[in-house]
């Protein structure tokens, strides 16, 4: 009976660029079950087609049993690639999502702009005055961190003034750029963290002692499997 099928599982059509070529006429019938039993130092020669200026010629190539199995792989398995599978585009609205981070820190931070240190916050509070009680606002720390007015020893407090003072409108808005900065800090570090195990993951252990684990742990076929039996 003619051999239509290569023994390795090559589509000899596509191999030697010839249409309709099956494996009773492919010039390597011979060579291609053999490339199973090769050792890593083993080497056969398969004859390969190329085409250069619309050129078709024959090639010998000198091959192994993993160049032969990616050669196969690469013809026949649908091979993907970064792009294929998104993460390309991915990367890219990575990119884009930290320029726009960028530009958000530069608005926030920008030189005409306060920034409130971490831990001052703004109060309100009440003055009893003979003709009145009023409301007015006031920055705080819960250390003396802010250099004093008058006294030579850092002080914990800044008063703003009314709720209209631009005092008070740029402490307050000082500590809301703050706190976006920070949860824009927060986000980033959650980000890096989970790539950092993602790339981690990826790395360790190399993937050839995973699949042979793996390939390792598959149990081993019974006779009712093969046989098709329940």
């Known amino acids: 009976m003619p051999i239509r099928m290569c023994a390795y599982g090559f589509s000899?059509?596509?191999m030697m660029m010839a249409p309709g070529l099956t494996a009773e006429n492919c010039p390597n019938?011979?060579?291609c079950g053999t490339i199973r039993q090769l050792t890593e130092e083993d080497r056969v020669e398969l004859h390969y087609a190329r085409t250069e200026n619309n050129v078709r010629t024959i090639e010998l190539i000198r091959t192994n049993g993993r160049d032969a199995a990616l050669y196969l792989l690469s013809t026949r398995a649908c091979p993907q690639t970064p792009a294929s599978l998104g993460i390309t585009e991915t990367?890219?609205?990575l990119h884009s999502t930290i320029s726009q981070l960028e530009e958000t820190i530069a608005q926030l931070s920008s030189e005409d702009s306060y920034i409130a240190p971490i831990g001052v916050e703004a109060h309100r509070y009440l003055v009893k005055r003979p003709y009145g009680i009023y409301q007015y606002n006031k920055l705080t720390s819960k250390e003396a961190i802010f250099p004093p007015q008058e006294r030579e020893d850092s002080v914990k407090v800044i008063h703003?003034?009314?709720?209209?003072d631009s005092r008070n409108f740029e402490g307050r808005a000082g500590i809301e750029r703050r706190n976006r900065l920070l949860a824009i800090n927060t986000a980033i570090d959650t980000a890096e963290a989970?790539?950092?195990?993602a790339i981690a993951s990826a790395a360790n252990p190399p993937v050839s002692e995973v699949v042979a684990e793996k390939i390792a742990r598959i149990p081993p076929e019974t006779e009712d499997a093969v046989n098709g039996s329940s």
């Open 12 to 14: 000899c059509a596509s």
């Open 29 to 31: 019938k011979n060579i």
């Open 91 to 93: 990367l890219a609205r």
């Open 160 to 164: 703003l003034s009314s709720d209209s």
């Open 194 to 197: 989970l790539l950092n195990r």
